[in-house]
């Protein structure tokens, strides 16, 4: 395959999310959605693919000609259609989280090698060139050592949006650590290195529901850095998440497509454009940018028969670090987050 080859994709799940990758794919250069479950031809049509085939989720995944699929369907079924595809030979782009236990997350690393095949997360929020910047500098040296990082996601949602799908209301699927503030746990994880151990609370403050909708942890690094996360869908009117890095030469803090502070003395702070939106208090207001840039990383990897980026490997670390935070909080222990392979 070359780097100008088509890629023929299959959407499973053509729900709210299913439509942001259906329209997202419009600007991947080479892409052609052929094949969807869910939804409907005529949402499929509005997202600029009028000759996609409405099939069952199997059968887009065993659809001869599909390349790829995107796996947008609810959080508990995200790794056994993620391994149904590798088993196929299908690459497969997982929608957060990858998987919602450790055993499966590891069961996508092990048929992802096994398979040849790329799995990745969706982790948009890794591309942003504000997320990007911030970690070359780490890596580099330039922003010293980490010593304190913390995130809030701080949203909110009202009983609409559970009723709506209510696997959303669903543990550990739906809660607001696991279905909200994901991204910013995989880029704490992604920034800071992967985690030793936390400590964790969990209550359900805002909803009538079995998920939590509200958490608060304390993580070790590898590193002896320490963190703090801290998520709620029940802080109205909902604020832009953000997560800060002190570091043994400042402090940065990075907001929603944007740096929200820079006090590092002698370190150019990095400029960028229009940041992206925030999903702060309407889900559907993230936009596409970081869905373009994810898929143009997929695409890469399997043109290039390299390791995507965020391959399941790497996704494998957050699912440990989410895992870990929930076992605390049902625990009431400090819990060891496993390096796993």
Known sequence: MTATSDIKVGVIGLGSIGTTHAKALRSVPGAHVIAFSGGSPETMAECGWPDAARLSPTDVIAHPDVDVVAICTPSDSHAALAL????AGRHALVEKPIALSTQDADAL??????????????????????AAAIKALLDDGSLGRVRVASTQVHWTRDDAYYAAAPWRAAHPGGGSLMNQGVHNVDLLQWLC???????????TLAHDMEAEDTTVSTVRFASG?????????????????????????????????EITRWDVPGVTRPEFGDGVTSGA???????????????????SAIRDRRPCTVDAHEAAHTVRLLCGIYDAAESGR???VGAGS
Do not use: C, N
């Open 84 to 87: 149904q595809a590798a088993q």
């Open 225 to 257: 850095a320490l963190g703090t996360i801290s998520t709620t869908t029940g802080a109205p009117p909902g604020t832009p998440a953000t997560l800060t890095l002190h570091t043994s030469l400042g402090t940065v803090e990075l907001g929603q497509g």
């Open 109 to 130: 690393v092990q048929a992802q090698d096994t398979h040849g095949v790329v799995i990745a997360m969706v982790a948009q929020r890794r591309f942003e060139p504000e």
């Open 281 to 299: 208090s309407d889900p559907a207001a993230i936009g596409l940018v970081g869905h373009v840039s994810m898929w143009q990383e997929v695409f």
């Open 193 to 203: 290195g992967p985690a030793d151990e936390v400590t964790a609370q969990s209550a």
């Open 334 to 336: 400090r819990v060891t």
